[in-house]
């Protein structure tokens, strides 16, 4: 059974960091594209990023570029999401989610499977 499970979420201050992991079974993880959206209150869902199933590919929204930094560990199926000066407009539901193919040259098409979704807050 394919699972996708988020964990890292919080509260954080502007400013601040957080890393979510999200632990993938159920499928040849190296095999796929991997990676994150988001969702905030009142907003459409938007593609953050995503990574190859080498790792050796990423893809960053533009609100993201520079602040954020996607990495995976395929000897332990997991792929990460450091975020950094973190602002009040990162606050949203972020899903950890499986593309369909290796690699995920558009972040908002070609998803497959998702996670149920963890909550982070940016907020003094």
């Known amino acids: 059974q394919l699972q996708l499970v988020e964990s890292g979420g919080g509260l954080v201050r502007p400013g601040g960091s957080l890393r979510l992991s999200c632990a993938a079974s159920g499928f040849p993880f190296s095999y796929y594209g991997v990676g994150w959206f988001r969702q905030a209150p009142g907003k459409e869902r938007e593609g953050v990023s995503c990574?190859?199933?080498?790792?050796?590919?990423?893809n960053y929204a533009d609100s993201v570029k520079g602040r954020f930094t996607i990495s995976r560990d395929n000897a332990k199926n997991t792929v990460y999401l450091q975020m950094n000066n973190l602002k009040a407009e990162d606050t949203a539901v972020y899903y950890c989610?499986?593309?369909?193919?290796?690699?995920?040259?558009?972040?908002?098409?070609?998803?497959?499977?998702w996670g149920k979704g963890i909550q982070v807050t940016v907020s003094a």
């Open positions: 990574i190859s199933g080498s790792g050796g590919l990423t």
């Open positions: 989610v499986k593309w369909a193919t290796y690699t995920c040259p558009v972040l908002n098409t070609g998803t497959e499977y």
